[in-house]
């Protein structure tokens, strides 16, 4: 069951036998546990980045950077990419699109594709690290990577056509985190499944904060949900069928299938 932010502060009142309150606003303790309630979501968002998030079809941003015809942009709304999986729009023909998935491959596994790119319709792309590609301009792209967890790198772009990579031409499913608002009727922006986990670990939080140490079942809850969220939050990509690129740290896990696995 999912809760307002309202009645979360409430259970918080209620587990302290505090004054009831029909807003969050009434006094100064439901604000500040209020601010608590948000404080736990954005913590739970960095800690628990793979499962948290609302999925919604998407695309990568154009970087319009003849320089780097084969670099586009990762938004920074987006949290991380599911599955790893991109397509680009390979039709020849403007009135019609034919997408075709593309194949994620490791920064190393990426380069030494293009090391081997041998043919004339090529040029020689710097990244913002200074690294060195070998890019095809005759041809749409098959691969790509990332280097800094920004920036989507393809290994080809066709220059007959477009003389950089288009956002319109791309779609990928993404995790977006939703912003936090101090509103009564907000509700907690969690999947249902995991409402009594933020539940717990917010109470844990706010209970350890007033009373400056765990409070007896609720710490104990907090902690076996919070292993349990560990778990079903491995990173994906670590294995075959796992895999998913995340903006957290390095990319997570795109790396080829039978090859972000991408």
Known sequence: ???????????????????????IFDTDESQQVAKIAERMYYNMVQEFPNVLFTMKEDTLESLSDINRPNYMLLPARVQKVQSSRVWYDVSKDSAKVSFKELTYLTPLQFLEVSNKNTTNNTVTVEGFDETKMVVSTNQFPTYFTSFDNKHVVFDS?????????????TKMVSSE????????????PVPSHL???Y???FLDEALTLVYQQPI???????????IKLQQDNRTLGQGEGKKGYGRNGKVRGYTPRGHRQC
Do not use: P
């Open 199 to 201: 539940l717990d670990m």
């Open 1 to 23: 069951m999912k809760r307002t932010l309202l009645q979360v502060v409430q259970e918080y009142l209620d587990a302290t036998s505090g004054f009831y309150v029909d807003s």
């Open 216 to 226: 007896g079942k609720i710490s104990q809850r907090a902690r076996a949900r919070r």
């Open 157 to 169: 772009y066709n220059s007959d056509y477009d003389s950089t990579l288009q956002a319109s031409k």
């Open 177 to 188: 985190e939703e912003v936090f608002l101090q509103q009564d009727d907000f509700v907690i």
């Open 195 to 197: 409402s009594e986990t």
